[in-house]
DNA sequence: CCTCTTCCCGAAAGCGCTTTCGGTAATTTG
DNA sequence: CAAATTACCGAAAGCGCTTTCGGGAAGAGG
């Protein structure tokens, strides 16, 4: 493969001119730039990416912590999205990923550490757990930095307009008919969770409904278990509602569980309606109608918040709040008379 | 942060030593080892992963090559499980993953270009397409190398025993009685799809089962649609089957979608197995029985595997194939009399 | 013909770390 | 007590690249 001094010896140029040569200064003649890079092609040349950042303190990496919750990891099925449509956005500039573990030969140390150590230009947490000891430490570090999904006051943040959705979701109901209206809710100690409690509320109020006992509950983080034993609850109540707008969509799948396993029928008896639109959700009975949070956008606009800061070199905080929709399949109905 | 020569100057003695310190070199006394490390903890210093790998040629990164095809990358619900796995594995021994554009500042050059300019110890691919250019250059390189779900006379590989999966599957629906058996099969330039023809092939003909002209359709590239269409073709079929065993979870899924179209019922009119064991498939009705692959093994295994090589620094060629098994839900039953 | 620009090129320092090879001081051995 | 080990430490070269700064040659201007 060879280096730079090979390439001098080779054509005759000082390391120097061919440095130059191949990073296009311009005190170098076209002939000469010529020769150097026809030479380079020859021998197969390519730089070293470690002596190149090493001298010039830019690395072209992005590091990533990436959910770390329950061991799902890159199975998350709709972070896997963003990380996605970052990679993508990311890569066209140029910008390489790293996931980096806490492990440094044997002694372990922080995800800001291990950053820290391998020079990266630019830091992406897509995580939702706000509480996280390591993402408050990335959060305060220097580095430029993009946090998705969580909201922040230092630094540049994208997510979903939850609020938003959240009431999108309770009007639709409302349209159809629905007036008994409860919510499962994701906990609020995530962003996410809390702002779509927020938006629910907010509709409901607006709609003149008022919220009757026991129809708002937290089913926590997310998951099919969680989510169906949220709907078991509701369904034990004196007067169940008729709908329920369920945070996420794997909890709603526990929903249609619970439901169906109490031999209702979704959509004839309960409505539901979820949010995020993950993949799966197409594929089962009956399909479900969701809010779709659009994870492309999401994933490209955090590639774009981190590019500038990572060309100016210098940390910024900017608020990023991507629209969503409602997505309409057939878990809803219009309510029984 | 600073540097050993900020270490050298606070504690007084030279960076030799306090590299020395550093690395646990055995030539410098306990006493001045613990002053240096005191000193390095007081002032945060981290060593800078480019220096050292640019003057000890380890890098301890690994360069992953993941599925490209049709835009679903990370999404891909087979692959980032073993991702997952292959991450939690390697992380352990101190490595840290980088997903490599193939994009370096402007001029755009191969996978193993860039894993080169990177330095990388060595190479994990993902990715289920042999003729894949890419995947060629990489497997002909002499970076420590891995590949997963494909086979290769010569470079280490991991994959499921995808023929006996394929014969278990078969085997299982013979046992519910079933004779009129087809298969959808994924494509033979996948070598997961062509083993599982082959397993379907042997099965039938242990079990003296002629195949039908028309039982066995090719549905191309594992996907919803295409295992749909392929499902529709069976059902046009003088006389269709009346089990057919899907070489993808996700074709599986289409499959079940055209039955269902059909006016028929999945497992009372025809049974469907399906392969891969993807999370979704709990959750559609009726929830689907298949052949598990063990994402966590295969990962884990892919690991070990390049460890071994990155440890020895030499290219090794080891080839490892995991067991699957029957996991058996709802979309089989008994033939119908 | 001389001076002033402009155009090319190269010496050298520096990025932060590792590792070989000696050398001194302290310790042990005969 | 002299000689031979042993224990510690440091100078220096090297990893592969970038970038400042200065200098020579060629062309422009008077």
Redesign the interface.
Known sequence: ?GTIYDLAKKTGFSITTVSKALNNYKDVSEKTRAKILQAAAEMDY??????Q??STKK???IGVMFSEANE????H?FF??I??SF??A?????????????????RD?SYL??F????VDGIVVICSDRMDEQVQELMQSDIPIVVVDMDSANCSVVYSDNTAGARLAVEYLYGLGHRAIAHIAGDSSIDAGAARVKGYELAMQALELPIQPGYLVNAGFFS?EEGKRAMEKLLQLPSPPTAVFVAGDQMA?GAI?AVHEHGLRVPEDISIIGYDDI??IK???PKLTTIRQDTDEIGEAAAELLIEQMTAKERRTERRVIPVRLIERASCAPVKK
């Open positions: 493969m390519l730089p070293n990416a470690h002596a950042s090493l690395s072209w990496a799902v990891g890159m199975k099925p896997n999205g990380i996605e990679r993508h990311t890569e066209e500039h140029g910008y390489d990923l790293i996931f980096a573990s806490r492990n440094l030969r044997n140390m550490e291990h820290k150590h391998r020079a099919v799948i569980e993949e799966m594929y089962i009975t």
